[in-house]
């Protein structure tokens, strides 16, 4: 079965400092791997996909992912971040109709 | 502007009370679903549809009840509110491909 582990619940940074968030998972065969972003009381954006071809993906606002066959992990970076991206972020897993979600990492930037 | 869209955001209603959350999507989207957030969990999905006329559960188990009479509206349904349903609740769809899913904003609902 597929899974999904966000191994940090809640991360802090500074205004202008990277960012990298870790996402590990487990799937048989190639996966297609989602970062979502939740803003409070708002639903899912997406971030950024990887479905297969370059290991490296850019989404929007700035993040990118990178796909590790090896470490099966798809952690989401960003060089410097902006206090509005305070939000909590999930990792998934799966096809659409299949989706399986971590538990979310919440982050917080201070100024 | 393609979109999908849930009523009401916000629903603080009585235990007992009837409630049916609203789903609508203008992208054509055939699949969609519904999942439950809790506080601090992931998401779950409760409910799916692959097309009008069917439905099906999903993954968690839930007291609520899902129609699809229309592609484009997708309304769950509590027949009896009650303190346990408090959850924030999803909406979904998927395009052909089946690759990413498109979220609405959700309705955080309270039963007191």
């Known amino acids: 079965a597929q899974s999904v582990t966000q191994p940090d619940i809640h991360i802090t940074v500074s205004e202008g400092a990277s960012l990298e968030l870790r996402c590990n998972y487990s799937?048989?065969?190639?996966?297609?791997l989602f970062w979502y972003v939740q803003s409070p009381g708002q639903g899912l954006q997406l971030l950024l996909k990887?479905?297969?071809?370059?290991?490296l993906v850019q989404g929007i606002k700035g993040f990118e992912a990178e796909f590790k066959r090896s470490q099966s992990s798809f952690n989401l970076r960003k060089p410097s971040v902006h206090w509005s991206d305070a939000a909590e972020y999930f990792c998934a897993t799966g096809t659409a109709s299949k989706l399986t979600f971590g538990t979310g990492t919440r982050l917080q930037v201070t100024l | 502007e393609a979109d999908i869209y849930q009523t009401p955001r916000y629903l603080v209603i009585g235990t007992g009370k009837k409630i049916t959350l609203e789903c609508s999507q203008t992208m054509g989207h055939d699949k969609m679903y519904w999942y439950q957030q809790d506080p601090g969990m992931e998401l779950h999905l409760i409910h799916y549809?692959?097309?009008?006329?069917?439905?099906e559960k999903g993954d968690l188990s839930s007291e609520s009840t899902v129609s699809r009479i229309r592609t484009e509206h997708f309304p769950l349904t509590l027949e009896s509110a009650r303190p346990s349903h408090t959850s924030q609740y999803l909406c979904a769809s998927s395009g052909k491909g089946d690759t990413e899913a498109f979220f609405g904003q959700g309705t955080r609902l309270t039963v007191v």
């Open positions: 990887y479905f297969s071809g370059d290991t």
């Open positions: 799937y048989g065969a190639t996966p297609y």
């Open positions: 549809s692959y097309g009008v006329n069917s439905t």
